[in-house]
């Protein structure tokens, strides 16, 4: 995934409506997706994953879908709390059987009271 | 889910100094741990794998010599910075996963480096 800019994409949803975070991916050939949530200062932390083999995955709150004709991924959060304020990042594994994640821009999300 | 460690948080150095970062799987073996870096409202970028017990490989462009790696351990990695300079000054973050295409990685709460 491409890694360049200043700013990066912002989404803001009012508290307690659902949100939808996008993500392109490059490599038809990845096999493993992850959502991540980075706020502040931290290291990434998991939300929930996927495989190519599966077009739809829930977890607590969060769902992640999977369109591999256009490489496309997204998050849905559904009820959305102040806590889920931060930085989005989508991550695919590497290329060429690399084990490394290749991340994308990254969203930030705005949750407003 | 698994828990990694890194140390130390944040750091603050001279130009011309070398820095080395810890990186702990705390609860599980890893024998892979993964480097990344990132600068300010950007994405994060793989620097290197670390393997232990052999070399580690690194990303294109990333400079080997500059960006020492260390996995002596399945539980312990090293990034050492030499001569850090202050275009070095980023967010170090290290990841952990038991191994495998498929396997989840965890990530560290990351390095803030800063070289004046």
């Known amino acids: 995934g491409e890694n360049v800019g200043l700013h990066l994409p912002t989404l803001s949803v009012q508290e307690g409506d659902n949100s939808i975070i996008n993500c392109a991916y490059s490599?038809?050939?990845?096999?493993?997706f992850i959502w991540y949530k980075q706020e502040s200062g931290k290291g990434p932390q998991f939300i929930i994953d996927?495989?190519?083999?599966?077009d739809k995955r829930q977890g607590q709150r969060v769902t992640v879908l999977l369109n591999k004709t256009v490489k496309h991924l997204s998050l849905q959060i559904a009820a959305t709390q102040p806590g889920d304020s931060a930085v989005y990042f989508c991550?695919?594994?590497?290329?060429?059987?690399?084990?490394?994640?290749?991340f994308g821009k990254g969203t930030h999300l705005i949750i407003q009271p | 889910g698994a828990v990694v460690s890194q140390h130390p948080s944040w750091v603050i150095c001279k130009s011309g100094t070398s820095v080395k970062i810890e990186c702990r799987s705390l609860?599980?073996?890893?024998?892979?741990m993964f480097w990344y870096r990132q600068f300010p409202k950007q994405s994060l970028m793989l620097m290197a794998t670390?393997?232990?017990?052999?070399?580690?490989?690194?990303e294109q462009g990333v400079e080997k010599d500059k960006f020492l790696i260390n996995h002596a351990s399945l539980t312990l990695s090293t990034l050492t910075v030499t001569s850090a300079h202050p275009e070095d000054s980023s967010f170090y973050i290290c990841?952990?996963?038991?191994?495998?295409?498929?396997?989840?990685?965890?990530f560290g709460p990351g390095t803030r480096l800063l070289v004046l």
């Open positions: 490599n038809s050939a990845s096999d493993y």
């Open positions: 996927i495989r190519s083999n599966m």
């Open positions: 990841s952990a996963g038991g191994g495998g295409r498929m396997e989840t990685q965890y």
């Open positions: 609860d599980f073996q890893a024998t892979t």
């Open positions: 991550a695919e594994n590497g290329p060429g059987g690399a084990d490394g994640l290749t």
């Open positions: 670390s393997n232990e017990g052999s070399k580690a490989t690194y």
